[in-house]
C-alpha cells in the first residue's frame, strides 16, 4: 500500500512537472524566437544541481522536479540587472507590448496544443464514443427515494431544460446533473406537456469527487460494457457484449432494471443467463461489498461507448471537438463556482488529481494519456484567469498599459503581484484542504 502511493505521487509529479515545461517552453521559445534576452531556463525548483551555459542563456536541472521556469531580462523593470556572462536580446521591459502578449499567451497556447496533440493521436488509434450522446434524454428508471422520484419526475419523461441548460441528449443531461449541486428547476416534456419540477440534488462522490445525485437514468439495454478486473463478475466469466437476459429467474428490457433487481444483493450466489453472440449460458456469481459505493456489486458496467477510430485527416476535426468540449466544461464548472452553484469542494486539487492520476493509470497508457490531455487544458485554462500572478493576470496589467499607452510604475506593478500572490495561497490552502478532507469521509 505504502508502494502503492509512492508511485502515485511519483507519476502525479511527473505529469504535473512535465505539462509546467510545456507551458514555460513556450514562453521560453516566444521569447527567444522575438529576440528576448533570457537569463536562464530552468528544469526544477530550489537549489541549482546543474548550470551550464548555453549561446543564448543558462540551462540550469534543480533539485525539487515541479516542472520549472524561465527567467527574462528585465522583468523586473531597469532595476533587474543583468549577469556577468548574459546572453544576447533586449530586456523585457524594452519590448513592444505586442511582443510581450505573445510571450505570456504562449504558455497557455502550449498547453493547449499538447493537450490538441494528444487528442488527435489518441483518437486516431481510437476513442470511445459515448452512446450516450445519440439518444433523446427520455428517464428510463427513476430511483426510489431520490430527489427526481419525490418531485414527481416518471419514466417515459424527456429532460429538456436543468437549471439555465437546455439538453438535447443524456450525455449533456448527464454532465449538467453531475455538475448541479445545489436546488434548480427541471424541465419536463410528458406526452406533449411541458412541466416545470423544482429539484435538491443529493451529494455523491465520483473517484472521491463530490458530484450532484437525482436519480434519473436512461433506457440502457442490458449489455455489459465493461467489466472490472478483480471482481466476481470476471471470475464467473462474464464479458464486454454480454447481453443479460435474467437474473434468477427475472427476465429485463434496460439495464436499470437489472440494477434494481441487483441492490437488494446481499452476497449470496445469484443465477445469471447472459446471451453471448447467439447462445445463452447460465453462470452462479456472488456479488461482493463495495465501500465505495456501499453495497455489493458484480463489478459490471453498462454498454454506454462504442470504441471508433477516427482516420487521418478527420482525427484532427475530432480532436478539436475535444479539445472545445473539455474548454466549456471548465469555463461552465468555473461559472458555477462565481455563481455559488457548486463549493470549491467541487474542485480538484492536488491530492485528488494525485489520486484520480494513479486509478487512471492502473487502466493502462492510452486512458493516463487522455487524462494528461485535459489536465494540460485545464492548466492552461486555469492560467489564463485575470488572477495577479497568472499569466491571465499579466496580461490585463498589459492591456491597461495598452489602454494608457504608458507602463504603470515598477511598485505599482509589484503590489498587485503581492495581492495577487496573498490571494491565490489562501486559494490554494482552502481548495488543499477540502481536497484532503475528501479522503477522510
Known amino acids: 500500500m505504502v508502494l502503492e502511493s509512492a508511485l502515485t505521487i511519483l507519476l502525479f509529479l511527473l505529469v504535473l512537472g512535465a505539462l509546467i515545461l510545456v507551458h514555460e517552453m513556450g514562453h521560453y521559445l516566444a521569447g527567444r524566437l522575438q529576440g528576448f534576452a533570457v537569463d536562464a531556463f530552468s528544469i526544477g525548483f530550489g537549489p541549482r544541481l546543474l548550470d551550464r551555459k548555453g549561446a543564448y542563456n543558462r540551462w540550469q536541472i534543480r533539485w525539487i522536479p515541479m516542472g520549472g521556469f524561465v527567467k527574462f531580462r528585465g522583468e523586473a ?5 543583468a549577469p556577468a556572462d548574459a546572453g544576447p536580446g533586449r530586456p523585457f521591459y524594452e519590448m513592444p507590448r505586442w511582443r510581450r502578449f505573445l510571450v505570456l499567451v504562449m504558455g497557455v497556447t502550449f498547453n493547449a496544443l499538447l493537450a490538441y496533440g494528444l487528442f488527435a493521436g489518441l483518437v486516431w488509434h481510437g476513442v470511445e464514443e459515448s452512446l450516450l450522446r445519440e439518444r433523446e434524454p427520455r428517464v428510463g428508471f427513476v430511483a426510489p427515494g431520490l430527489p427526481a422520484e419525490k418531485a414527481g419526475v416518471r419514466p417515459g419523461d424527456v429532460l429538456v431544460r436543468l437549471g439555465s441548460r437546455k ?6 443531461a448527464r454532465e449538467e446533473i453531475a455538475l448541479n449541486q445545489k436546488p434548480y428547476e427541471l424541465v419536463l416534456l410528458r406526452g406533449g406537456e411541458t412541466l416545470s419540477v423544482r429539484v435538491e440534488p443529493v451529494a455523491a462522490t465520483f473517484l472521491k469527487q463530490p458530484v450532484g445525485e437525482i436519480g434519473v437514468f436512461p433506457a440502457l439495454p442490458p449489455v455489459i460494457g465493461a467489466v472490472a478486473d478483480p471482481s466476481p463478475a470476471l471470475r464467473a466469466g462474464l464479458a464486454p457484449g454480454d447481453r443479460i437476459v435474467s437474473l434468477d429467474g427475472q427476465t429485463f428490457a434496460y439495464w436499470d432494471e437489472f440494477q434494481r433487481a441487483m441492490a437488494s444483493s446481499d452476497g449470496a450466489p445469484r443465477r445469471l443467463v447472459v446471451e453471448r453472440e447467439g447462445s445463452r449460458r447460465e453462470v452462479e456469481v456472488a456479488p461482493e461489498y463495495n465501500a465505495e459505493a456501499g453495497r455489493y456489486l458484480l463489478g459490471i458496467a453498462p454498454q454506454e461507448s462504442v470504441w471508433t477510430r477516427y482516420p487521418f485527416p478527420s482525427n484532427f476535426a475530432k480532436a478539436a471537438s475535444l479539445t472545445l468540449q473539455q474548454s466549456t466544461l471548465a469555463y461552465r464548472t468555473l461559472k458555477r463556482l462565481v455563481t455559488r452553484q457548486v463549493g470549491l469542494s467541487a474542485l480538484s486539487g492536488p491530492v485528488s488529481i494525485a489520486y484520480i492520476t494513479g486509478k487512471v493509470a492502473r487502466t493502462g497508457l492510452y486512458n493516463l494519456l487522455m487524462l494528461v490531455a485535459v489536465i494540460s487544458l485545464q492548466l492552461a485554462f486555469i492560467n489564463l484567469l485575470p488572477i495577479p ?9 498589459l492591456a491597461a498599459e495598452g489602454l494608457f499607452r504608458r507602463d504603470l510604475p515598477m511598485a505599482v506593478k509589484d503590489r498587485i503581484l503581492q495581492v495577487g500572490f496573498v490571494l491565490l495561497i489562501l486559494f490554494s490552502v482552502a481548495v488543499l484542504f477540502l481536497d484532503v478532507a475528501k479522503f477522510f469521509k
Open 77 to 81: 523593470g531597469p532595476d533587474d540587472e
Open 167 to 172: 439538453v438535447s441528449n443524456w450525455d449533456d
Open 389 to 397: 500572478g497568472l499569466d491571465g493576470g499579466q496580461i490585463i496589467v
